[in-house]
Structures are given as structure tokens and as C-alpha cells.
């Protein structure tokens, strides 16, 4: 990753969450948002690790770092996970994603979420997530499945089949229930 991509997916991450960039912001917001702060040290963590052999003490300090916040604010996102710009984590605490899922460009993810492998069954695998998605408080999506674009998906939905484009869908198993798609949910879109 280069210097200018790591940059722009920091001020992509911060405009989702309608904050102007600027280093007092940065700051200011860093100090107060959990759900930021865990992104920007994720994000930095990536970015030293490609960065080459002079910048692994400071990758291993944010990888520790990454590591501390994991237990603080109960967020487990790898450092390596392939996640596009905009990230938003609206609340933290038990949000868990496998380091091979893919997850495309503003993406909000809120607390209790879990995106993981299933190892069987119908669809073994890890999800692969478009643009735009919203995912509920308490969702589950889990197995070798593709989640559209323009995507909602509600709150304590478990998910194991794949969903089209601007699906909103709840309950368990996951049902769609319109084609409404997640306008109304992911804002402030880069």
C-alpha cells in the first residue's frame, strides 16, 4: 500500500463519519470515538506491514496496540482484512470478522456483528460484502456467500445464503423483505 492510498482510506474512513480532515479532527475524533480510533490503528497496521523492513518496529507497535484495543472495545477486525474506504463501526463491542472476508467501500457495521467462515455444510467459505451495505445490530453472516450492493441487513438477521443487490433483509434464517436496498442507512457515502 502506498502513502497516498493509506491516507486517502484514512480521510474516506473519517468523512463517513462527517468529520472534516484536518489533523485537530483527526485528533479530537480520535481521542473520542472507539469504533475510529480501532480503524485508524487497523489501518496504520496494514500500511506498515507493506511498507517495508525499516518500519516493522512501528508495525509491531500498532499491531500491540491493535491488539489492546481488541480486548477494550471488543472489536476483532484483522489488520489484513480486505476492506475498502469509508469503514464505519457506529458501536463497538462485540463486532468479530474473519481475516478473508472481503467487504467493499462504506460499509457500517454496528455492535454484536460477526462475518465469519463456515467450514461446511452448504456453503463453505468466508462472505464476500459489495458496497454500501448496512449491517444491524446482532447480525450474523456466515459461509462462502456474496451480499450485494446497497445491501440492509436488520438486526439479529443470521444470514447463510446469498442476497442481490438493494435487498433488505431480516429474521433467521435471513429473508428479504424489499428491495428498498440500504439508502436510508448507510449516509455520508465517499
Known sequence: M???EYINLIKSDLA???IKPGVYELLKFYSLNPGFKYTLVMRTASYLKSA?????PLYLVARFVLMRYEFKFGISI????D???GLYIGHYGGVFVNYQA???K???INHDVTIGAAYGGKTPGVPVIGDNVYFGPGSKIIGGIHIGNNVAIGANCVLTKSVHDNAIVVGIPGTIISEKGSSEY???II
Open 83 to 85: 476492506i475498502g474506504p
Open 102 to 104: 472481503v467487504i467493499g
Open 16 to 18: 463517513r463519519y462527517d
Open 106 to 108: 462504506n460499509c457500517n
Open 78 to 81: 484483522p489488520y489484513n482484512t
Open 52 to 56: 517495508g523492513r525499516i518500519w516493522v
Open 186 to 188: 448507510v449516509t455520508n
Open 2 to 4: 502506498k502513502t497516498n
